[in-house]
């Protein structure tokens, strides 16, 4: 026999050791990923609820100054901070379905592609 066939012959015995180490560091990795992605996720969510906290006080300080009977400029003013927060709300309803689908693509979808391939 060659020297070269008995190193592959070797060699087969030894791959199945080596690949378990190869395959224990990609699940380690992988691991890693989700994690440092799941601390990800949640700090969007926290801060998007902060945020929809301070929208929510903002309202209910408005509903309690708003007295039975109104002016036009205070029925102006009223109607301005309503359009004001209902803006801002919109805005932050597009920002959170963006990142959702974001979510959805760049994070779950590489996962579900991923266990497709087996």
């Not at 190869?22 to 380690?28: D, K, S, T, Y």
């Not at 205070?74 to 805005?91: C, F, G, H, P, S």
Request: glycine letters at 2%; one cysteine or more.
């Amino acid at each position: 026999m060659l020297d070269s066939d008995i190193q592959l012959n070797c060699r087969v015995f030894v791959w199945p050791r080596d690949m378990e180490v190869v395959i224990e560091l990609a699940i380690q990795r992988l691991s890693m990923k989700r994690d440092q992605a799941d601390a990800f996720v949640k700090n969007k969510r926290v801060l998007f609820d902060s945020k929809l906290k301070k929208h929510e006080k903002v309202l209910v300080v408005f509903k309690k100054r708003d007295p039975p009977i109104l002016t036009m400029d205070e029925m102006q003013d009223a109607v301005d901070t309503i359009e004001n927060i209902v803006a801002r709300l919109e805005v932050k309803y597009i920002y959170m379905f963006q990142f959702n689908k974001w979510v959805l693509y760049n994070i779950l979808g590489r996962q579900s592609r991923s266990g497709t391939n087996k």
